[in-house]
């Protein structure tokens, strides 16, 4: 059974940068094959794609927010990272990691396995 477990600060002042660790049990040689992602959703919005990390070791990321964005992995400790510099308000939103086939997907149903999401609030 692959489970998902986000981590990280509730709290994170803008401007500042947020940090999000995703660590994955119970995973198979197949489940490296997933598209590792992070999404989000902003209160009362659907989910936003923000990026992933793919087999063989290539990050893909939404353009919308690339600048801000970086993903890493460390494979020994199952466990990738997302971190989102220069946080407004507007980031403030659930964040969740994900593993599925479908890259650039905001649908949940591209997704076989779900982290129970994480709050993150940017505030001051």
């Known amino acids: 059974q692959v489970q998902l477990q986000e981590s990280g600060p509730g709290l994170v002042k803008p401007s500042q940068t947020l940090s999000l660790t995703c660590s994955v049990s119970g995973g198979s040689p197949r489940t490296n094959l997933y598209y590792w992602s992070w999404l989000r959703q902003p209160p009362g919005k659907g989910l936003e794609w923000m990026g992933a990390?793919?087999?063989?070791?290539?990050?893909y990321y939404n353009p919308a927010l690339k600048s801000r964005t970086s993903i890493s992995m460390d494979m020994s400790k199952n466990q990738f990272t997302l971190q989102l510099s220069s946080v407004t308000p507007e980031d403030t939103a659930v964040y969740y990691c994900?593993?599925?086939?479908?890259?650039?997907?905001?649908?949940?149903?591209?997704?076989?396995?779900w982290g129970q999401g994480t709050q993150v609030t940017v505030s001051s």
């Open positions: 994900a593993l599925g086939n479908g890259l650039g997907s905001a649908h949940s149903y591209e997704y076989d396995y």
């Open positions: 990390y793919g087999y063989g070791g290539s990050i």
